[in-house]
């Protein structure tokens, strides 16, 4: 059995498009700068910007006071009702007001002490917030019952 053989194709090889590609490539890492360290660049992150003018942050933060002595941030518990020094709230107020300070907008914070509060309790979250450099505290009232004499 006699099997035929196909005559093969040759195969060319474009050289030209090869040696143009080798010297872009040689002139791209010829003009390429050197490289930089992260530390000439000038410039550092992560960081805070502070604003030329005041940015309103939108809502004032609520604390309210519940009965039982727990302090609840924007109602979410922050710390134990047994807690007197209150760090959990500390802390927070102390990033909201350094947020406030690089917008250049004022921290106000808004207390709600239910009417059963412990004056004692409302008097460590001032203290806390006096901790966190915070001076504008206002105190949100119930309204009066219109039916009492």
Do not use: Y
């Amino acid at each position: 059995m006699r099997i035929e053989r196909r005559p093969h194709a040759t195969v060319e090889l474009q050289i030209g498009p090869m040696i143009d590609v080798i010297f872009l490539l040689l002139v791209f890492f010829l003009v390429q700068p050197q490289p930089t360290r992260e530390g000439q660049l000038g410039f550092r992150l992560p960081g805070t910007v502070i604003q030329d003018e005041a940015v309103p942050l939108g809502d004032e933060q609520r604390i309210e006071i519940a009965a039982n002595g727990q302090v609840l941030l924007n109602d979410l518990p922050v710390d134990g009702p047994a807690s007197r020094s209150l760090p959990g709230l500390t802390g927070i107020l102390q990033r909201f007001k350094a947020a406030c300070d690089a917008d250049r907008s004022p921290a106000r914070v808004t207390l709600a002490p239910d009417d059963a509060a412990v004056q004692q309790r409302i008097a460590d979250v001032l203290n806390a917030c006096a901790q966190a450099g915070i001076r504008d505290v206002t105190f949100a009232g119930t309204e009066a019952d219109s039916s009492a004499p």
